[in-house]
């Protein structure tokens, strides 16, 4: 029961929960695109089971993640690819990205469907997971757990608030760039030469947090600036 009373249990918990509800749309969106040709009372099936089949596959993937992570090296190549990940979300290319998911023409291929396509495209959620889990089985399994009702109840619902307002999803790349942060932090190498040195620990998550923040913001404002330029 010791790691419930840890700031890190918590912390690691609070960041997979958000990672869940920023990137529960893609799953949501593979779902529905699958099982849009099957009958109504078969759809709800597809889509329960569906997640199921596809949540467990993620959780092996994860898992094999968790471990391959500790290969030297790897910790930092995945804090790298997970903040341009975050990056990617917050210009419109992540979470929001088009998909072609054939639609299911029965029960069986629906679930197949669901579970292979959700497989190939969960490689953010896989990743952003397992950098919040910092090595905790535990985690990855509460985390899983979790996302089982986002991705059954509640995409649809998350969808419209993060059209409603958008800043919401600002929160969700901050959080995966501060995962991004843990990670190139807990690589070795870069923790020996941390150690003992908080400003420097602080700067380099301000630069990962602030510099996929900052770059996202510049990136989507160039579009508007353009418009009032013509406009003018």
Known sequence: MEPFFTADFWSGLAAIVVIDLVLAGDNAIVIALAARGLPRRHQRRAVVWGTVGAVLVRSGLTLAVLWVLKVPG??????????????????????TSEHHVAEAASFWSALRTIVI????????NVLAVAGAA???????????????????????LILKWIE?????????????????ANMLAGEPFVATLLAGRPLATGLLYLAVIGGVLGLAWMRNGRPAARAARQSA
Do not use: C, E, K, Q
């Not at 396509?117 to 953010?124: E, I, P, R």
């Not at 535990?138 to 009702?149: F, T, Y």
């Not at 409603?164 to 991004?180: K, N």
């Open 74 to 95: 790897l910790m930092l190549a995945g804090g790298a690819l997970l903040a341009w990940i975050a990056y990617r979300l917050l210009v419109g290319n992540g979470g």
């Open 164 to 180: 409603r307002f958008p800043s919401i999803l600002y929160v969700g790349g901050a959080v995966l760039a501060w995962t991004a």
């Open 134 to 156: 910092h090595g905790s089985m535990l985690l990855v399994v509460l985390g899983l757990l979790i996302s089982i009702p986002i991705v059954v109840w509640g995409s649809t």
């Open 117 to 124: 396509a959700d497989a190939v495209m969960g490689l953010d």
